[in-house]
T-cell receptor, first 113, second 111 residues
Framework: GNSVTQMEGPVTLSEEAFLTINCTYT??????LFWYVQYPGEGLQLLLK?????DKGSNKGFEATYRKETTSFHLEKGSVQVSDSAVYFC????????????FGQGTELSVKP | SQTIHQWPATLVQPVGSPLSLECTVE??????LYWYRQAAGRGLQLLFY??????ISSEVPQNLSASRPQDRQFILSSKKLLLSDSGFYLC??????????FGQGTRLTVV
């Protein structure tokens, strides 16, 4: 079956540091890939997505590129801010249903001023 | 904007007792609704999804069932809880792959 593996947290960075959160997946076919974010005290929300190989999803300065050859969808941001502190979830959806079927376990990011 | 109300936030239930978790949707109609569970140290796992009233698809054989009696109501149930049913349960709604909205989740502890 499908699965998503993301790097364990917590990740602690100083403001303006470069961020990478690794995500790899196993799936048959051509899934869509997502990053969701959960800010403290709030529910999950979609951050970005990519639906086919080599697509780059981007939002709020975050980017992730769908790499089929390495089955990866790593999340990056060039300069993090304190307000980026949150838990980030990588997720996968096959084409048969709209929402993700599988999520990673989440990576907690803490950005210090 | 779309909102999901899910309750309760935490729940402690004895083994063998029944369970009913409910989520309701506001701000949209005919969403696809999902129930997920997150066990300790693992990611969210899809349990059930529904594309409309009375339509339920089960992803994982288990001690749970789901129902959608109304367009904006999605219920997760069990007749007799097991210890292994403990976990974090999350209700989610989707319209396509871009519109996504989530409840706050319920942390269930079976004792």
């Amino acid at each position: 079956g499908n699965s998503v593996t993301q790097m364990e947290g917590p990740v602690t960075l100083s403001e303006e540091a470069f961020l990478t959160i690794n995500c790899t997946y196993t799936a048959t076919g051509y899934p869509s890939l997502f990053w969701y974010v959960q800010y403290p005290g709030e529910g999950l929300q979609l951050l970005l997505k990519a639906t086919k190989a080599d697509d780059k999803g981007s939002n709020k300065g975050f980017e992730a590129t769908y790499r089929k050859e390495t089955t990866s969808f790593h999340l990056e941001k060039g300069s993090v801010q304190v307000s980026d502190s949150a838990v980030y979830f990588c997720a996968l959806s096959d084409s048969s249903i709209g929402g993700p079927r599988d999520f990673g376990q989440g990576t907690e990011l803490s950005v210090k001023p | 904007s779309q909102t999901i109300h899910q309750w309760p936030a935490t729940l402690v239930q004895p083994v063998g007792s029944p369970l009913s978790l409910e989520c309701t949707v506001e701000g949209t109609s005919n969403p696809n609704l999902y129930w997920y569970r997150q066990a300790a140290g693992r990611g969210l796992q899809l349990l059930f999804y529904s594309v409309g009233i009375g339509q339920i698809s089960s992803e994982v054989p288990q001690n749970l069932s789901a129902s959608r009696p109304q367009d904006r109501q999605f219920i997760l149930s069990s007749k007799k809880l097991l210890l292994s049913d403990s976990g974090f349960y999350l209700c989610a709604g989707y319209r396509g792959q871009t519109e996504a909205f989530f409840g706050q989740g319920t942390r269930l502890t079976v004792v």
